[in-house]
C-alpha cells in the first residue's frame, strides 16, 4: 500500500490495484475494503440456521405455548420473532466490529 497526503493534509491510504487509477482511500475506508468481506462471511451460519431452521429449534415456544392455550400461529410468530431478534443481533455485533476495527479501536496495543 502507498501512503499519500492529499490537499487537506489528511493521509490518504492507495491499495495496490487502485494505485494506477489514483483512487485514495482514508484509513478507516481502506480498511473497512478489507474487512467487508470478512463481515459477510461472518454472517453466513446465522443466515443459515435462520434459513433452515424449524420446530426442533426452539421447542419450548413452539411445543410449550400451544399446551399452554396458544395457537399454533401464535407460537409460529413467537419463534419467526425470536429468530429475527437473533439474527438482527448477530448482525449488529458484526457491524460494531467492523466499525471499532476499522478505527482502530480493537488494534492490539503496543508492550
Partial sequence: MISARGNTGRTHIIPPGC?????????????????????????VPALDQTRTVGPVTLPGAFVGMPLGGAS???????????????????AV???VTVELAARGRLAPQPR
Fill in 19 to 43: 494505485a494506477p487509477c489514483g483512487v485514495p482511500f482514508l484509513p478507516r475506508d481502506a480498511a473497512l475494503e478489507i474487512r467487508r468481506p470478512a463481515a459477510a462471511g461472518a454472517l
Fill in 72 to 90: 399454533p400461529i401464535q407460537a409460529g410468530l413467537v419463534q419467526f420473532v425470536v429468530l429475527v431478534a437473533l439474527l438482527a443481533a448477530e
Fill in 93 to 95: 455485533a458484526v457491524l
